[in-house]
């Protein structure tokens, strides 16, 4: 059975940083390309960063371009998302997906606030 | 603003149908990307409800159907159900972006 598990949220002040994790279990993570997928308090899904299997392409949405970094390594079966010079609007929960396209798996979330 | 467009809010009988629209534009689903359509429970993560237009992954009732016209795609919930209250969101592929693409969610409400 495929798992996710996502790690590394918490409170952090505005200007600081983070480093998630997410940890796949029940497939082979090489196999496929991954994203990150945030939700801030009672709001819409907004998609935040894609990695293919091989990282070697990677993408980002405008709003945390040149910010938030993603990477994987496929010997761990993990995938990560470095996230610096975070802002109070990066308060959300973070959902890591098994990307096919579509999100047929997700895990359950890490909550991620930024606040003072 | 969300780049697919959705109503926030639907509602339907115990028993009836409802269906919730999404619509795009000529860089996501009117460029022919395929669009799915995902259901949140309250305090859960999404779950995959359909994918590529109208297909069921396996353990989704087939009272959930989904469709597409041009730039829009269609989820049509029948024998509505008190667990079916929910959040639903469409997703595709938007080139222009050259990222997945959400819309803001519709709330059902079964009376």
């Known amino acids: 059975e495929v798992h996710l598990v996502e790690s590394g949220g918490g409170l952090v002040k505005p200007g600081g940083s983070l480093r998630l994790s997410c940890v796949g279990s029940g497939f082979t993570l090489s196999d496929y390309s991954m994203a990150w997928v945030r939700q801030a308090p009672g709001k819409g899904l907004e998609w935040v960063s894609y990695i293919s299997s091989s990282s070697t392409d990677m993408n980002y949405a405008g709003s945390v371009k040149g910010r938030f970094t993603i990477s994987r390594d496929n010997a761990e079966n993990s995938l990560y998302l470095q996230m610096k010079r975070l802002r109070v609007e990066d308060t959300a929960v973070y959902y890591c997906?098994?990307?096919?396209?579509?999100?047929?798996?997700w895990g359950k979330g890490t909550m991620v606030t930024v606040s003072s | 603003q969300s780049v697919l467009t959705q109503p926030p809010s639907v509602s339907g009988a115990l028993g009836q149908r409802v269906t919730i629209t999404c619509t795009g534009t000529?860089?996501?689903?009117?460029?022919?990307?395929?669009a799915h359509w995902y259901q949140q429970l309250p305090g859960a993560a999404p779950k995959l409800l359909i994918y590529?237009?109208?297909n069921r992954p396996s353990g989704v009732p087939d009272r959930f159907s989904g469709s597409k016209s041009g730039t829009s795609i269609f989820l049509d919930i029948t024998g509505l159900q008190p667990g079916d209250e929910a959040d639903y969101y469409c997703q595709s592929y938007d080139t222009d972006l050259s990222a997945w693409v959400f819309g803001g969610g519709t709330r059902l409400t079964v009376l």
């Open positions: 590529a237009n109208k």
């Open positions: 997906v098994r990307d096919e396209g579509f999100g047929e798996y």
């Open positions: 000529s860089s996501n689903i009117g460029a022919n990307f395929d």
